[in-house]
Protein backbone atom coordinates (compact mmCIF):
# COMPACT_ATOMS: atom_id res chain seq x y z
CA UNK A 1 0.00 0.00 0.00
CA UNK A 2 2.53 2.44 1.28
CA UNK A 3 5.68 3.39 -0.96
CA UNK A 4 8.63 2.58 0.76
CA UNK A 5 10.28 5.19 -1.78
CA UNK A 6 8.27 8.24 -0.33
CA UNK A 7 10.66 10.79 1.96
CA UNK A 8 9.43 11.85 5.50
CA UNK A 9 8.45 15.33 3.47
CA UNK A 10 6.48 13.20 0.83
CA UNK A 11 4.11 11.16 3.47
CA UNK A 12 4.02 14.67 5.16
CA UNK A 13 2.46 16.68 1.69
CA UNK A 14 0.63 13.30 0.66
CA UNK A 15 -1.35 14.11 4.03
CA UNK A 16 -2.17 17.89 3.54
CA UNK A 17 -3.07 16.82 -0.11
CA UNK A 18 -6.08 14.67 0.37
CA UNK A 19 -7.56 17.98 1.70
CA UNK A 20 -9.88 19.86 -0.70
CA UNK A 21 -13.57 21.60 -1.65
CA UNK A 22 -15.16 18.28 -1.45
CA UNK A 23 -13.18 16.78 1.57
CA UNK A 24 -13.06 19.34 4.27
CA UNK A 25 -12.78 17.16 7.04
CA UNK A 26 -11.86 12.87 6.90
CA UNK A 27 -11.28 10.84 9.41
CA UNK A 28 -7.72 9.02 10.06
CA UNK A 29 -8.91 5.67 7.84
CA UNK A 30 -9.98 8.22 4.63
CA UNK A 31 -7.30 10.20 4.82
CA UNK A 32 -5.04 6.58 5.02
CA UNK A 33 -6.79 5.17 2.16
CA UNK A 34 -6.54 8.81 0.18
CA UNK A 35 -3.01 9.13 0.61
CA UNK A 36 -2.32 5.73 0.16
CA UNK A 37 -0.11 5.27 3.33
CA UNK A 38 -0.43 2.77 6.40
CA UNK A 39 -2.93 3.28 9.39
CA UNK A 40 -0.01 3.66 11.68
CA UNK A 41 1.79 5.74 9.44
CA UNK A 42 -1.19 7.89 9.09
CA UNK A 43 -1.54 7.89 12.92
CA UNK A 44 1.59 9.19 13.31
CA UNK A 45 2.06 11.75 11.05
CA UNK A 46 -1.58 13.01 11.65
CA UNK A 47 -0.49 13.72 15.72
CA UNK A 48 2.48 15.28 14.82
CA UNK A 49 1.00 18.03 12.30
CA UNK A 50 -2.12 18.19 15.04
CA UNK A 51 0.63 19.33 17.57
CA UNK A 52 2.10 21.80 14.70
CA UNK A 53 -1.35 23.21 14.64
CA UNK A 54 -1.18 21.90 10.77
CA UNK A 55 -4.18 20.25 11.55
CA UNK A 56 -7.43 20.11 13.78
CA UNK A 57 -8.44 17.15 15.04
CA UNK A 58 -12.83 17.52 15.50
CA UNK A 59 -14.81 15.64 18.19
CA UNK A 60 -16.25 12.63 15.96
CA UNK A 61 -12.53 11.91 15.12
CA UNK A 62 -12.52 13.39 11.47
CA UNK A 63 -9.14 16.25 10.86
CA UNK A 64 -9.32 19.66 9.05
CA UNK A 65 -6.98 22.28 7.99
CA UNK A 66 -5.60 24.39 11.25
CA UNK A 67 -4.83 27.68 10.91
CA UNK A 68 -1.30 27.34 11.17
CA UNK A 69 -1.65 26.96 7.29
CA UNK A 70 -3.39 29.84 6.96
CA UNK A 71 -0.88 31.93 8.60
CA UNK A 72 1.58 30.74 6.06
CA UNK A 73 -1.08 31.41 3.23
CA UNK A 74 -1.10 34.64 4.17
CA UNK A 75 3.01 34.96 3.60
CA UNK A 76 2.90 33.81 0.33
CA UNK A 77 3.91 37.08 -2.14
CA UNK A 78 1.35 35.90 -4.65
CA UNK A 79 -1.79 35.26 -2.35
CA UNK A 80 -1.38 37.16 1.04
CA UNK A 81 0.83 40.20 0.18
CA UNK A 82 -1.78 40.69 -3.33
CA UNK A 83 -4.88 40.40 -0.84
CA UNK A 84 -3.53 42.82 1.72
CA UNK A 85 -3.10 45.58 -1.18
CA UNK A 86 -6.24 44.95 -2.68
CA UNK A 87 -9.07 44.45 0.02
CA UNK A 88 -9.71 47.85 0.86
CA UNK A 89 -10.39 48.30 -3.18
CA UNK A 90 -12.43 44.65 -3.71
CA UNK A 91 -14.35 46.16 -0.38
CA UNK A 92 -15.21 49.35 -2.28
CA UNK A 93 -16.21 47.37 -5.54
CA UNK A 94 -18.20 44.90 -3.15
CA UNK A 95 -20.50 48.10 -2.30
CA UNK A 96 -20.60 49.23 -5.40
CA UNK A 97 -21.86 46.31 -7.44
CA UNK A 98 -23.15 44.44 -4.70
CA UNK A 99 -21.92 41.22 -6.06
CA UNK A 100 -20.25 38.51 -5.04
CA UNK A 101 -16.52 39.53 -5.60
CA UNK A 102 -13.39 36.81 -6.03
CA UNK A 103 -9.74 37.74 -6.12
CA UNK A 104 -7.89 34.91 -7.88
CA UNK A 105 -4.00 33.79 -8.81
CA UNK A 106 -2.49 31.02 -10.93
CA UNK A 107 -1.39 27.99 -10.07
CA UNK A 108 -1.04 25.57 -12.56
CA UNK A 109 -3.60 24.63 -14.41
CA UNK A 110 -5.70 25.86 -11.65
CA UNK A 111 -6.92 29.77 -10.27
CA UNK A 112 -7.12 29.94 -6.33
CA UNK A 113 -8.83 32.64 -4.63
CA UNK A 114 -7.30 34.14 -2.38
CA UNK A 115 -9.97 35.95 -1.05
CA UNK A 116 -13.93 35.90 -1.60
CA UNK A 117 -16.14 38.23 -0.43
CA UNK A 118 -20.23 37.06 -0.33
CA UNK A 119 -22.59 39.85 -0.77
CA UNK A 120 -26.21 39.72 0.77
CA UNK A 121 -29.02 38.50 -0.87
CA UNK A 122 -27.33 37.06 -3.78
CA UNK A 123 -27.04 34.37 -6.05
CA UNK A 124 -24.74 31.58 -4.16
CA UNK A 125 -21.76 30.37 -5.72
CA UNK A 126 -19.63 27.51 -4.97
CA UNK A 127 -15.98 29.82 -4.69
CA UNK A 128 -14.74 30.79 -1.35
CA UNK A 129 -11.68 31.67 -0.41
CA UNK A 130 -8.66 29.61 -0.71
CA UNK A 131 -11.17 27.36 -3.33
CA UNK A 132 -9.25 26.06 -6.29
CA UNK A 133 -11.16 25.92 -9.50
CA UNK A 134 -10.13 25.00 -13.31
CA UNK A 135 -8.79 27.99 -15.36
CA UNK A 136 -11.05 27.28 -17.97
CA UNK A 137 -14.11 26.69 -15.59
CA UNK A 138 -14.40 30.27 -14.32
CA UNK A 139 -14.08 34.29 -15.45
CA UNK A 140 -11.34 34.83 -13.32
CA UNK A 141 -9.71 31.56 -14.69
CA UNK A 142 -10.35 32.75 -18.30
CA UNK A 143 -8.86 36.02 -17.67
CA UNK A 144 -5.48 34.58 -16.39
CA UNK A 145 -5.31 32.13 -19.15
CA UNK A 146 -6.10 34.35 -21.79
CA UNK A 147 -2.85 36.41 -20.61
CA UNK A 148 -0.27 33.08 -20.28
CA UNK A 149 1.71 32.59 -22.86
CA UNK A 150 0.85 30.52 -25.83
CA UNK A 151 2.59 27.30 -24.99
CA UNK A 152 0.90 27.23 -21.58
CA UNK A 153 -2.46 27.96 -23.36
CA UNK A 154 -1.81 24.74 -25.38
CA UNK A 155 -1.25 22.62 -22.83
CA UNK A 156 -3.76 23.11 -21.02
CA UNK A 157 -6.60 23.07 -24.08
CA UNK A 158 -4.73 19.72 -25.02
CA UNK A 159 -5.88 18.37 -20.85
CA UNK A 160 -9.11 17.29 -20.12
CA UNK A 161 -11.49 20.05 -19.41
CA UNK A 162 -14.07 19.14 -17.42
CA UNK A 163 -17.64 20.34 -17.99
CA UNK A 164 -19.71 21.83 -15.27
CA UNK A 165 -22.27 22.68 -16.99
CA UNK A 166 -24.02 22.13 -20.40
CA UNK A 167 -22.28 25.68 -21.35
CA UNK A 168 -19.18 25.21 -19.75
CA UNK A 169 -16.17 26.06 -22.29
CA UNK A 170 -14.53 22.84 -22.92
CA UNK A 171 -13.86 22.84 -26.69
CA UNK A 172 -10.70 23.58 -27.48
CA UNK A 173 -11.45 26.07 -30.59
CA UNK A 174 -14.00 27.47 -28.33
CA UNK A 175 -11.97 28.21 -25.95
CA UNK A 176 -9.01 29.68 -28.62
CA UNK A 177 -10.97 31.90 -30.01
CA UNK A 178 -12.92 33.12 -26.61
CA UNK A 179 -9.28 33.52 -25.31
CA UNK A 180 -8.11 36.09 -28.29
CA UNK A 181 -11.27 38.30 -27.31
CA UNK A 182 -10.28 38.44 -23.69
CA UNK A 183 -6.94 39.38 -24.65
CA UNK A 184 -8.04 42.24 -27.12
CA UNK A 185 -10.88 43.53 -24.98
CA UNK A 186 -9.47 42.86 -21.53
CA UNK A 187 -12.70 41.63 -19.84
CA UNK A 188 -14.31 38.30 -19.66
CA UNK A 189 -17.63 37.78 -19.23
CA UNK A 190 -19.73 34.22 -19.35
CA UNK A 191 -23.59 33.15 -18.10
CA UNK A 192 -23.64 29.78 -16.47
CA UNK A 193 -20.05 28.49 -16.87
CA UNK A 194 -19.53 27.20 -13.82
CA UNK A 195 -23.15 27.16 -11.97
CA UNK A 196 -26.08 27.52 -13.70
CA UNK A 197 -28.32 31.07 -13.19
CA UNK A 198 -25.25 32.99 -12.84
CA UNK A 199 -23.16 35.56 -14.65
CA UNK A 200 -19.49 36.28 -14.13
CA UNK A 201 -17.69 38.82 -15.48
CA UNK A 202 -13.69 39.22 -14.60
CA UNK A 203 -10.69 42.03 -15.36
CA UNK A 204 -6.99 41.28 -14.92
CA UNK A 205 -4.78 42.95 -12.39
CA UNK A 206 -1.25 43.36 -13.45
CA UNK A 207 1.90 43.96 -11.67
CA UNK A 208 5.32 44.66 -11.77
CA UNK A 209 6.57 44.78 -15.85
CA UNK A 210 2.95 44.82 -16.47
CA UNK A 211 2.56 40.95 -16.58
CA UNK A 212 -1.20 39.76 -14.98
CA UNK A 213 -0.07 38.26 -11.92
CA UNK A 214 -4.10 37.79 -10.52
CA UNK A 215 -7.76 38.70 -12.08
CA UNK A 216 -10.53 40.12 -10.39
CA UNK A 217 -13.99 38.84 -10.80
CA UNK A 218 -17.96 39.69 -9.65
CA UNK A 219 -20.58 36.66 -9.78
CA UNK A 220 -24.41 38.44 -10.21
CA UNK A 221 -27.93 36.28 -11.44
CA UNK A 222 -28.17 36.15 -15.08
CA UNK A 223 -30.45 39.03 -16.19
CA UNK A 224 -29.94 40.86 -12.95
CA UNK A 225 -27.30 43.13 -14.66
CA UNK A 226 -25.85 44.56 -17.81
CA UNK A 227 -21.79 43.60 -18.00
CA UNK A 228 -21.59 47.08 -19.24
CA UNK A 229 -22.99 48.41 -15.69
CA UNK A 230 -20.21 46.58 -14.05
CA UNK A 231 -16.90 46.54 -16.21
CA UNK A 232 -16.58 50.41 -15.01
CA UNK A 233 -16.22 49.95 -11.73
CA UNK A 234 -14.20 46.82 -11.49
CA UNK A 235 -11.89 48.34 -14.68
CA UNK A 236 -11.24 50.71 -11.72
CA UNK A 237 -10.83 48.61 -9.21
CA UNK A 238 -8.15 46.71 -11.14
CA UNK A 239 -6.37 49.58 -11.83
CA UNK A 240 -6.17 50.89 -8.53
CA UNK A 241 -4.81 47.17 -7.99
CA UNK A 242 -2.10 47.06 -10.36
CA UNK A 243 -0.96 50.97 -9.61
CA UNK A 244 -0.31 49.86 -5.94
CA UNK A 245 1.67 46.94 -7.18
CA UNK A 246 3.86 48.85 -9.50
CA UNK A 247 1.96 48.39 -13.04
CA UNK A 248 3.75 51.01 -15.33
CA UNK A 249 0.42 50.99 -17.77
CA UNK A 250 -1.63 51.48 -14.48
CA UNK A 251 -1.12 55.70 -14.50
CA UNK A 252 -2.12 55.54 -18.08
CA UNK A 253 -4.98 56.87 -20.07
CA UNK A 254 -7.99 54.66 -20.06
CA UNK A 255 -8.55 53.13 -23.18
CA UNK A 256 -12.50 52.47 -23.76
CA UNK A 257 -13.48 48.69 -23.28
CA UNK A 258 -14.82 46.99 -26.19
CA UNK A 259 -15.98 43.26 -24.96
CA UNK A 260 -18.78 40.96 -26.55
CA UNK A 261 -20.51 38.47 -23.77
CA UNK A 262 -20.02 34.92 -24.66
CA UNK A 263 -23.38 33.56 -26.28
CA UNK A 264 -24.64 30.29 -24.99
CA UNK A 265 -24.46 28.31 -28.02
CA UNK A 266 -25.79 24.66 -25.53
CA UNK A 267 -28.70 25.13 -22.68
CA UNK A 268 -28.32 26.75 -19.73
CA UNK A 269 -30.78 24.77 -18.31
CA UNK A 270 -30.51 20.86 -18.11
CA UNK A 271 -33.12 18.65 -18.63
CA UNK A 272 -34.89 18.47 -15.75
CA UNK A 273 -34.09 21.60 -14.04
CA UNK A 274 -36.74 24.33 -13.77
CA UNK A 275 -35.88 27.13 -15.45
Known sequence: MESHRLTSAQRVLSILGVFDAENLALSLSEISRRAGLTLSTTHRLLNELRCWGALIR?????????????????????????????????HDLQHAVRANIHLGVPDGHDVIYVESLRARDTVPVP???????????????LVLLAHSSQEFQEEVLASELRGYTANTLTDPDELRRFLAEVRRSGVAVVESQLTYGVMAVAV????????????????VPSGSASPRSLVPAMATTAR????????????????????????????????????
Do not use: F
Open 204 to 219: PIRGARDRVVAAVGIT
Open 240 to 275: SISRALGAPSAGAPVPRPHWRVREATRPLTPPGVPR
Open 58 to 90: HGDGKYSIGVRILELGTLAPQGGQLREIALPYL
Open 127 to 141: SRQGGRWPLHATGTG
